[in-house]
């Protein structure tokens, strides 16, 4: 089965570093989405692309998050710097605007800033 | 805007009973999908479903059926006989759909879950 890819799994880091999250969406699918899911808010979706481009950052905190698609098999969330509120875990989920492929979810990064 | 409201924080039924899990929806989109997905204790987000709203047949594939209405704005998922490995947290979930033809890979708007719990 293809999958989405996320590392890592867990992230553990104190206030103040930087993080990087990575994500392999499923190869041939052309639309990348970013959730984070909270307690409080549950899911939200923070950025989305599509054939690489940024389609929407609006649910991005602008002034610590960026979110980029370097090549079709790579998306990266990036947080400079950490704060504890950004303790969530982080979704990457892909689709495709073309085939009849519903969007699928990776396993999520945990990510704990203390 | 869209919403999803999910009423049902948490439900709890003994296994081998029925249940069901209300979804009700909010868009001024005429052509929207809709979707259900699973997330168990390990915390993955598991697809079950999609319906785009011209589709308002209703579908069962094993335990698992759906219930969609346009009227009330609902789709509600039925867990028949239900297992152990039912429970977890059931978010619903609505997308627009800017042509019917992308399948509905536009963003989620999410319910905030219902955590259903199957006691043995």
């Given at each position: 089965?293809?999958?989405?890819?996320?590392?890592?799994?867990?992230?553990?880091?104190?206030?103040?570093?930087?993080?990087?999250?990575?994500?392999?969406?499923?190869?041939?699918?052309?639309?990348?989405?970013?959730?984070?899911?909270?307690?409080?808010?549950?899911?939200?979706?923070?950025?989305?692309?599509?054939?690489?481009?940024?389609?929407?950052?609006?649910?991005?905190?602008?002034?610590?998050?960026?979110?980029?698609?370097?090549?079709?098999?790579?998306?990266?969330?990036?947080?400079?710097?950490?704060?504890?509120?950004?303790?969530?875990?982080?979704?990457?989920?892909?689709?495709?605007?073309?085939?009849?492929?519903?969007?699928?979810?990776?396993?999520?990064?945990?990510?704990?800033?203390? | 805007?869209?919403?999803?409201?999910?009423?049902?924080?948490?439900?709890?039924?003994?296994?081998?009973?029925?249940?069901?899990?209300?979804?009700?929806?909010?868009?001024?989109?005429?052509?929207?999908?809709?979707?259900?997905?699973?997330?168990?204790?390990?915390?993955?987000?598991?697809?079950?479903?999609?319906?785009?709203?011209?589709?308002?047949?209703?579908?069962?594939?094993?335990?698992?059926?759906?219930?969609?209405?346009?009227?009330?704005?609902?789709?509600?998922?039925?867990?028949?006989?239900?297992?152990?490995?039912?429970?977890?947290?059931?978010?619903?979930?609505?997308?627009?759909?800017?042509?019917?033809?992308?399948?509905?890979?536009?963003?989620?708007?999410?319910g905030t879950g219902t955590r259903l719990t199957i006691i043995p």
């Amino acid at each position: 089965d293809a999958r989405v890819t996320q590392t890592p799994r867990h992230k553990v880091t104190e206030m103040g570093q930087e993080v990087t999250m990575r994500c392999q969406p499923i190869l041939g699918h052309n639309t990348v989405f970013w959730y984070r899911q909270t307690m409080m808010q549950g899911l939200e979706l923070l950025a989305y692309f599509r054939n690489r481009a940024p389609l929407d950052d609006s649910g991005m905190p602008k002034d610590r998050f960026s979110a980029e698609m370097p090549d079709a098999t790579l998306a990266t969330l990036k947080i400079q710097p950490s704060e504890p509120r950004d303790s969530a875990v982080y979704f990457c989920a892909s689709g495709s605007y073309t085939e009849d492929s519903p969007l699928h979810f990776g396993n999520g990064t945990r990510l704990t800033v203390t | 805007a869209q919403k999803v409201t999910q009423a049902q924080t948490e439900i709890s039924v003994v296994e081998k009973e029925d249940v069901t899990l209300d979804c009700v929806y909010e868009t001024r989109d005429t052509t929207y999908y809709l979707f259900w997905y699973k997330q168990p204790p390990s915390g993955e987000l598991v697809f079950l479903i999609r319906r785009n709203s011209f589709d308002e047949q209703n579908e069962i594939s094993g335990r698992y059926s759906w219930n969609f209405q346009k009227s009330t704005s609902s789709f509600n998922f039925t867990i028949t006989a239900s297992q152990v490995v039912d429970s977890a947290v059931y978010f619903c979930a609505l997308s627009e759909a800017r042509g019917i033809s992308n399948f509905g890979n536009e963003k989620l708007t999410f319910g905030t879950g219902t955590r259903l719990t199957i006691i043995p």
